[in-house]
């Protein structure tokens, strides 16, 4: 079996509006309980459909969808905050973003190095630092989209 791993684009990070959780949402929901609500403020965006800021990622509304349709079902999505910089409002100014949804991953994985060990066999998985892991099935869907940007690595069972 293999597993990848993967490192979506970076277009921002943690907005001040973003409420982090205690160590107890983290122990009831592994790592994505460290944020409550996310708010995710751009800096740049070099037009991927899947993003990241540690550990939280996002999902422009083209992806959204085409996943509710989908037989996915190892997910979850949350309304998030989404803002531009101001550095984003002086490069970008005539820049339009599509609307972006919190994608948390429900199954879990641990990564070490190149390899993975106790997953839980969901399409979608985070590890307990916060990485995004998915099936070859998983994956292929998301190359339909944009994911230009996003590095890829192969994870084998140790």
Known sequence: ?????????VSG??????????????????ISGKIKFLHYEFEGWLGDDLLESTPAFIVSSNLENEL???EFKDYKLEKC??????????????KEIPSFTRFIPLGTVEVEGENFKNWSGHHFCLSSKGELVVTKKALDFLKKFSIKHCDITSLTQS
Do not use: C, R
């Not at 079996?1 to 684009?9: A, D, S």
């Not at 905050?81 to 005539?94: A, G, K, Q, R």
């Open 1 to 9: 079996m293999i597993l990848y791993f993967l490192e979506p684009e």
């Open 13 to 30: 990070g943690h907005g001040e509006q973003t409420i982090y959780g205690t160590e107890e949402n983290v122990a009831k929901e592994g």
């Open 68 to 70: 509710k349709k989908s």
């Open 81 to 94: 905050l989404i803002t531009m910089s101001d550095v984003f409002m002086e490069l970008y100014p005539n």
